[in-house]
């Protein structure tokens, strides 16, 4: 696992000032990715939004064990699952970026979809059934089972 320089990160934030590592950190996106996401631009006008942001992102995908275009298809998957179509845009086009073939692609947002209509259905199942018994198997931990 990698491991981030927060110290000296946060040291340079707070000697250059915000506005100015906000606009310093809004170009890094842009040069990486080619584009500054509209939510990047709005979080830029409370500077301390936007980097707070942009540190936990950080600290998520820079020392995460998985490889960066499995997270980029898990962003794709969780876009999708929230129907946020800039999300999905976007992070279908990082995930190409950074490798994801067009299967791979279209598996994680059916995927996505998949998980995202059962959970619908669930919550609507319960609220439905409010009198009949709770749940059983499908709620833990240790797998799914079917009801009788």
Known sequence: MKEVDFENALKKISETGKEKSAKELLQRVERETGEIPLIYEKMAKKPEVLISHLLYKCAVTETST?????????????????????????????????????????????????????????????????????????CELNGFTLRD
Request: glycine residues 6%; contains cysteine.
């Open 66 to 138: 998985l490889e960066p275009k499995t997270v980029e298809l898990i962003c794709l998957a969780v876009g999708a699952a929230l129907n946020c179509p800039h999300c999905t845009e976007y992070h279908m086009r990082a995930a190409k970026a950074k490798g994801a073939t067009k299967d791979e692609i279209l598996e994680a947002v059916l995927l996505a979809g998949s998980l995202a209509q059962a959970s619908v259905l669930a919550d609507a199942y319960r609220v439905i059934e409010t009198d009949e018994e709770g749940c059983k198997g499908s």
